[in-house]
């Protein structure tokens, strides 16, 4: 992949999240700076597979904080292809109700077309996030050095944004999220 021009246009269909969530006022935390008090963006890069929910789970428990936003972003071939804009739009969806349930923090989601990497440093490029979070899609070291990463390509050209690469969660692992729901003391 070629680092993506700064003049180069890409194309952007904006996801209207669901009215259930509702709207939370700014928290008043005391002996807090503005910076903290208005809270962080955060892009999460998100798509249909396992470890790319892996990420987002662990980004909620992990990293994401009460006045936090979650940008999740999704590349995709077409955004005009309307298949794929439902199935995306039904994913984030989901992902925004499970942000504000599990860490009660304010999503906002974009598909963007093009090629996953370029576009989610572009995305990292306009809102200068406080990190880009993504998962890996699993490959062995030598597939992915042989056919390229979007996670390696990010952590590579995304100047504007640490990249936090979450690994992949081997078989048979349970997700975070579910750990803290049950109540469990796993790690």
């Given at each position: 992949m070629e680092p993506l021009m700064e003049d180069e246009e890409y194309s952007v269909r904006e996801v209207v999240l669901p009215s259930l969530i509702p709207v939370v006022p700014e928290p008043e935390l005391e002996r807090e700076d503005g910076?903290?008090?208005?809270?962080?963006?955060?892009?999460?890069?998100v798509d249909h597979g396992p470890n790319s929910k892996h990420a987002f789970d662990w980004?909620?428990?992990h990293f994401?904080?009460?006045?936090?936003?979650?940008?999740?972003?999704h590349a995709v071939s077409s955004v005009k292809n309307d298949v794929v804009y439902e199935m995306s739009q039904a994913l984030m969806e989901k992902?925004?109700?499970?942000?504000?349930?599990?860490?009660?923090?304010?999503?906002?989601?974009?598909i963007v077309e093009g090629?996953?990497?370029?576009?989610?440093?572009?995305?990292?490029?306009?809102?200068?996030?406080?990190?880009?979070?993504?998962?890996?899609?699993?490959?062995?070291?030598?597939?992915?050095?042989l056919q390229g990463s979007v996670?390696?390509?990010?952590?590579h050209n995304c100047k504007?944004?640490?990249?936090?690469?979450?690994?992949?969660k081997e078989?048979?692992?349970?997700?975070?999220?579910?750990?803290?729901?049950?109540?469990?003391s796993k790690p």
């Open positions: 910076e903290r008090r208005r809270g962080r963006d955060v892009i999460i890069s980004a909620l428990v994401c904080r009460l006045a936090d936003t979650v940008h999740l972003v992902l925004a109700v499970e942000a504000f349930q599990v860490a009660m923090v304010k999503s906002v989601a974009r090629e996953a990497g370029k576009v989610i440093c572009k995305e990292a490029e306009r809102l200068k996030p406080a990190a880009v979070i993504m998962g890996t899609r699993g490959r062995s070291l030598v597939r992915s050095v996670s390696e390509y990010c952590f504007s944004a640490p990249v936090i690469i979450v690994p992949g078989a048979g692992d349970e997700s975070i999220v579910s750990w803290t729901k049950s109540g469990d």
